[in-house]
């Protein structure tokens, strides 16, 4: 008989390399026992002297990793032989968060471009601390059963990985190579890409959280041709840059936006100009700022290996309509738009658009919550659960339930009945995810809002209670939920 502790743990504790890293540190400290994901957290069995492992979980945990809370219960019985790590379990109440998705991290960016590496230029790379996350999942536990990459059956390399708890691919959900992983459509896609877009044309890219449209940005000809197609008369482009040193030859940029350029959420940061090219005042009409990102993905990184330029990144869609991520969409809405296309076969569950911030001071504001910084969850004080269905312009929603509350990623402006069909979708699938039915419903006060109608009859339908909150108070309230005094007009 030996003493032990019974460790649940809950943050951000799934697809983040979380059960590989206590495997490590427990087998490094010699202590026995257990991991296991479950639908509230992970759980962990250690028997021995265990403060050594909660010293590097305050002090060194897995970088991806965000830990709520951590609840420990004594336990007293036989201790296992060594370390393992045990299959998901379904068990609990719906405490799991979902990670953002993750932009290439330096060793799959070093695999990705050595010749020796069987993933040499593959378009999937990924590893535990990179890659696609909210936009794959359909499903909580986080497990590739529950993830559109469901359709790839591992081949033998890459299941070794995935079961080795030494592997940095151990229950890398995303986890892919050449011989099993998605393919790109057409296979000389490399050629196309660079054939394309040097010639002027429109690319539209299949990407992580949906369709771009691409083109070569310092092109004149290529950026009228793009705003044309796309109806787009004046409202600014985003562009995607090969590296800082060409985003610092026409922006200024400070200590804070260059650590959030090439941060793992990879957004596209507002930026102040410091110098013109020619076809800035298209790219940005009457503006003295920049939409910039980085390559987030290892598609783009290959992208732009072919093509050091700077390149309009922006979504596929008409205007006002939502972001198109699915192929056959794709063909049928930007057949008189793109010139050329780049389709893959992996399914995206959950369209994303690509987060928007910007940094005042040394303070980010996030402006747009998309790709890499949404979901966003938050520790709250709630008891029940609540669905709030956001308003009709710049439409999000969001789920308060067991201590948190999580901001879905941004949707769009509801006047398209394509848009409103993905709130209603994105809602349906947020909650078979944490299996919730909500105890109370939020709404804007306004009488014709969408959202709105969508929550009254809800509501009505399912007995739920309503509040209808005025539109203005509430932007108050988001603004000064803080200690601070604000002002509505």
């Known amino acids: 008989m030996m003493k032990g502790v ?38 962990i069995e250690l028997y021995g002297d265990a403060l050594g492992f909660f010293q590097a979980l305050e002090n060194d945990p897995p970088p991806l990793s965000r830990v709520d809370s951590v609840a420990t219960i004594e336990l007293t019985g036989q201790a296992p032989a060594g370390f393992r790590i045990l299959e998901s379990d379904r068990a609990g109440e719906p405490l799991q968060r979902i990670s953002p998705d993750i932009g290439i991290c330096a060793d799959c960016r070093k695999e990705l471009f050595d010749p020796a590496d069987r993933r040499h230029r593959h378009p999937f790379i990924n590893c535990v601390n990179c890659g696609p996350r909210f936009t794959i999942i359909e499903g909580l536990p986080y497990d590739r059963p529950n993830t559109s990459m469901r359709a790839f059956a591992m081949c033998d390399a890459c299941r070794a990985e995935y079961a080795n708890p030494a592997d940095r691919r151990h229950h890398a959900q995303p986890i892919a190579c050449p011989q099993c992983g998605p393919r790109v459509e057409p296979a000389d896609w490399e050629t196309l890409w660079l054939e394309a877009i040097t010639a002027g044309e429109i690319v539209a890219v299949k990407g992580v959280g949906g369709f771009h449209l691409a083109c070569d940005a310092l092109n004149a000809t290529a950026v009228s041709k793009l705003r044309k197609r796309k109806g787009r008369a004046s409202k600014p482009f985003a562009l995607m840059v090969p590296n800082l040193d060409w985003a610092r030859s026409v922006c200024h940029i400070s200590g804070a936006e260059e650590k959030l ?11 102040k100009t410091r110098s013109r090219f020619p076809t800035a005042e298209n790219i940005a009409p009457g503006l003295n700022t920049l939409g910039i990102m980085l390559p987030y993905s ?28 699915e192929n056959d969409a794709a063909r049928e809405k930007l057949g008189s738009v793109a010139d050329e296309f780049i389709l893959h076969d992996r399914a995206i569950a959950n369209r994303c658009e690509d987060a928007v911030c910007a940094v005042f001071g040394d303070q980010t504001r996030v402006f747009r919550p998309g790709r890499g910084v949404a979901p966003v969850s938050m520790p709250i004080e709630v008891e029940q659960s609540v669905l709030a269905f956001g308003a009709d312009m710049k439409n999000s929603f969001a789920l308060a339930h067991h201590g948190q509350v999580t901001l879905h990623p941004y949707i769009g402006d509801l006047a398209h009945p394509e848009a ?33 109608q969508l929550a009254r009859t809800r509501a009505a339908r399912d007995g739920i209670p309503l509040i209808e909150t005025q539109h203005h108070h509430a932007h108050l309230v988001g603004a000064c939920y803080r200690e601070a005094i604000g002002f509505a007009f």
């Open 298 to 325: 290892p598609m783009h990184e290959i992208m732009f290996d072919l093509f050091s330029g700077p390149v309009v990144m922006t979504s596929a869609n008409h205007y006002s309509e939502p972001m198109i991520h």
């Open 420 to 452: 409103e069909e993905i709130l209603v979708r994105s809602i349906a699938r947020q909650l078979d995810v944490f299996h919730l039915k909500p105890d109370l419903i939020v709404c804007d006060h306004h009488p014709d809002y969408f959202s709105s």
């Open 261 to 271: 350029l090439l941060s793992r959420e990879r957004p596209i940061v507002l930026l």
């Open 6 to 43: 019974a460790i649940h743990i809950t943050g951000i504790v799934q697809g983040v390399g979380f059960r590989p890293w206590v495997w490590k540190t427990a087998t490094r400290l010699g202590l026995a026992g257990t991991v296991q994901n479950n639908f509230d957290g992970v759980r």
